[in-house]
């Protein structure tokens, strides 16, 4: 079949959860005899948006097109995109693929499903977070609290604001912005919004005002009635399903946890050491590690270390705020990005993983690749994770907010590493192969296209 999937990013410039599965699938669905397309957001600040690059990787054919929202003005543009709209056509156009795999249309357009049912192309969506619900993708407000969803007392309005009731933009100030967007780097466009929002964290700041409650109760509105031209709503975990179902969704959302490919049973062990904790993904406020640093900091024992590993660069004000909290605690390393095909590397080098969202998270690849690799995961108590996680069977659970419950956890792991022996490791919680889970995709692919 000729297989087109639908994404937010991929590898090499993009390596979150999403980017990274999608990777994977494509991968996967070329060695399994598929021809591969993969129609993709591109982030690149050297590069006018709208850029498509068209290239072969691998067998597979890879469409990035470059969207940093670099000159939008109104806060419908972060989500209805006609430009790129016009892009997907078009290379809907020429591929003609039998079926289509959305993943995420996040810096896309919320359109794109519209766009594939009008050239009569059979497609499935994966809801892999909470992107058609909520702006800020994860369900969690500007108070730093979880958000029950637009459909459930979350006002979105005040939320993207700030918690402030703030003028929106007359339209006569949408040419003047637009230039002022064009001539000032996005650098110093975060230092301004700093200024005049000193509430919010830059990194936490939406791309642009909403000018309306109204806005949002269409962004909804398009979001769901372009999602349900699916015809299949795919969820990774319970808990995603049930907040989908509890905003408007309809109940037949089905819970497909995504794949994992199994380490290698050759690969060599760790060699020993310090015990190390370690914690992965990028270096931004809601993975929780200014609270992971400072329950660390408080553990006496000195033959422990912490590694984080993910991008730095995202967020240098939280990057900033933790080199402070660290405050030349030798103990804690930071050690970049990894690529996806290193990880068992980085699995072999800690003895246990530790996961300090403070947002809910709605899958969890790393907690799954770690108790594969026979790491205990730490977690907070929060989201899908206590769909992986079985507080004292595989791991450990705790609350986000109490950091003194993560510091207790992990003194008592540094002064007896043996509780982690006792652990039964991969625990006692279903985790798909990718080989199970792209036997599945696959049996969808092929009822689309006999239909």
Same mark, same amino acid.
């Given at each position: 079949?000729?297989?087109?999937?639908?994404?937010?990013?991929?590898?090499?410039?993009?390596?979150?959860?999403?980017?990274?599965?999608?990777?994977?699938?494509?991968?996967?669905?070329?060695?399994?005899?598929?021809?591969?397309?993969?129609?993709?957001?591109?982030?690149?600040?050297?590069? !006018?948006?709208?850029?498509?690059?068209?290239?072969?990787?691998?067998?597979?054919?890879?469409?990035?097109?470059?969207?940093?929202?670099?000159?939008?003005?109104?806060? +419908?543009?972060?989500?209805?995109?006609?430009?790129?709209?016009?892009?997907?056509?078009?290379?809907?156009?020429?591929? +003609?693929?039998?079926?289509?795999?959305?993943?995420?249309?996040?810096?896309?357009?919320?359109?794109? !499903?519209?766009?594939?049912?009008?050239?009569?192309?059979?497609?499935?969506?994966?809801?892999?977070?909470?992107?058609? $619900?909520?702006? +800020?993708?994860?369900?969690?407000?500007?108070?730093?609290?979880?958000?029950?969803?637009?459909?459930?007392?979350?006002?979105?309005?005040?939320?993207?604001?700030?918690?402030?009731?703030?003028?929106?933009?007359?339209?006569?100030?949408?040419?003047?912005?637009?230039?002022?967007?064009?001539?000032?780097?996005?650098?110093?466009?975060?230092?301004?919004?700093?200024?005049?929002?000193?509430?919010?964290?830059?990194?936490?700041?939406?791309?642009?005002?909403?000018?309306?409650?109204?806005?949002?109760?269409?962004?909804?509105?398009?979001?769901?009635?372009?999602?349900?031209?699916?015809?299949?709503?795919?969820?990774?975990?319970?808990?995603?399903?049930?907040?989908?179902?509890?905003?408007?969704?309809?109940?037949?959302?089905? /819970?497909?946890?995504?794949?994992?490919?199994?380490?290698?049973?050759?690969?060599?062990?760790?060699?020993?050491?310090?015990?190390?904790?370690?914690?992965?993904?990028?270096?931004?406020?809601?993975?929780?590690?200014? +609270?992971?640093?400072?329950?660390?900091?408080?553990?006496?024992?000195?033959?422990?270390?912490?590694?984080?590993?993910?991008?730095?660069?995202?967020? !240098?004000?939280?990057?900033?705020?933790?080199?402070?909290?660290?405050?030349?605690?030798?103990?804690?390393?930071?050690?970049?990005?990894?690529?996806?095909?290193?990880?068992?590397? /980085?699995?072999?080098?800690?003895?246990?993983?530790?996961?300090?969202?403070?947002?809910?998270?709605?899958?969890?690849?790393?907690?799954?690749?770690?108790?594969?690799?026979?790491?205990? /995961?730490?977690?907070?108590?929060?989201?899908?994770?206590?769909?992986?996680?079985?507080?004292?069977?595989?791991?450990? $659970?705790?609350?986000?907010?109490?950091?003194?419950?993560?510091?207790?956890?992990?003194?008592?792991?540094?002064?007896? !590493?043996?509780?982690?022996?006792?652990?039964?490791?991969?625990?006692?919680?279903?985790?798909?192969?990718?080989?199970?889970?792209?036997?599945?995709?696959?049996? $969808?692919?092929?009822?689309?296209?006999?239909?």
């Amino acid at each position: 079949m000729k297989i087109l999937l639908v994404a937010n990013g991929m590898p090499p410039s993009a390596f979150g959860g999403v980017e990274t599965y999608t990777s994977d699938l494509a991968r996967a669905l070329h060695q399994a005899g598929h021809t591969v397309s993969v129609f993709c957001r591109e982030s690149d600040f050297s590069a !006018p948006d709208y850029t498509v690059r068209d290239e072969i990787e691998e067998g597979k054919r890879l469409i990035r097109v470059v969207n940093d929202y670099k000159q939008i003005v109104s806060f +419908r543009e972060t989500f209805l995109d006609p430009h790129i709209e016009q892009i997907f056509q078009a290379a809907l156009e020429e591929i +003609r693929p039998d079926v289509i795999h959305f993943q995420h249309l996040i810096a896309l357009s919320a359109r794109l !499903p519209d766009v594939a049912a009008a050239q009569n192309i059979p497609f499935i969506t994966t809801l892999h977070d909470f992107w058609a $619900l909520c702006q +800020r993708i994860n369900l969690f407000d500007w108070r730093d609290t979880v958000c029950p969803g637009p459909q459930q007392g979350g006002d979105c309005y005040i939320c993207t604001r700030g918690g402030a009731e703030q003028p929106g933009l007359p339209p006569a100030q949408s040419a003047p912005l637009r230039l002022f967007k064009r001539l000032v780097p996005p650098a110093g466009r975060r230092r301004i919004r700093g200024w005049f929002f000193p509430r919010q964290e830059a990194s936490r700041q939406p791309p642009a005002l909403a000018s309306s409650r109204q806005v949002f109760e269409e962004r909804y509105a398009v979001f769901k009635r372009s999602l349900l031209l699916s015809a299949g709503l795919l969820a990774p975990s319970a808990y995603v399903r049930e907040q989908y179902i509890a905003n408007g969704y309809p109940q037949e959302i089905a /819970v497909l946890p995504l794949g994992i490919n199994p380490p290698d049973p050759t690969e060599p062990a760790s060699t020993g050491g310090p015990l190390v904790f370690g914690a992965i993904g990028s270096v931004i406020p809601i993975k929780g590690f200014d +609270r992971l640093i400072q329950a660390f900091r408080a553990v006496r024992q000195a033959d422990v270390r912490l590694h984080i590993y993910g991008r730095q660069d995202i967020a !240098p004000a939280y990057m900033e705020r933790l080199t402070k909290l660290i405050d030349q605690d030798e103990r804690i390393r930071f050690m970049g990005p990894f690529p996806p095909d290193q990880r068992s590397q /980085v699995y072999r080098q800690i003895d246990a993983l530790v996961i300090p969202s403070i947002v809910p998270e709605t899958f969890s690849l790393v907690a799954r690749e770690a108790l594969l690799h026979h790491k205990p /995961v730490i977690a907070s108590r929060l989201g899908a994770l206590g769909e992986v996680v079985s507080d004292r069977q595989n791991g450990f $659970l705790f609350s986000s907010n109490d950091p003194d419950e993560l510091t207790r956890i992990l003194s008592s792991i540094a002064a007896d !590493p043996e509780t982690l022996q006792a652990l039964k490791l991969p625990g006692p919680f279903l985790i798909y192969s990718f080989t199970d889970h792209l036997q599945k995709l696959e049996e $969808l692919y092929s009822h689309l296209h006999d239909r």
